[in-house]
């Protein structure tokens, strides 16, 4: 009788590993979190939810 291997976690069923999913989000994290602290993010915020 053979065994079968495990499915694969779902962050890996796209191909991507999941090292490079959280070293892609420590990358972008900041960036995002700078964007939306600085006056033109907070201000395009407040245009988006005045929109919505």
């Known amino acids: ?3 079968q291997q495990p499915a694969p976690a779902a962050p890996e069923q796209d191909g991507v590993p ?3 999913l959280e070293r ?3 990358f972008l994290l900041p960036k ?3 964007f939306y602290q600085s ?3 907070q201000r395009l915020f407040e245009e988006w939810k005045a929109k919505q």
């Open 24 to 26: 892609f989000a420590r």
């Open 39 to 41: 006056e033109e993010g």
């Open 18 to 20: 999941q090292a490079d």
């Open 1 to 3: 009788m053979s065994k």
């Open 32 to 34: 995002i979190q700078a």
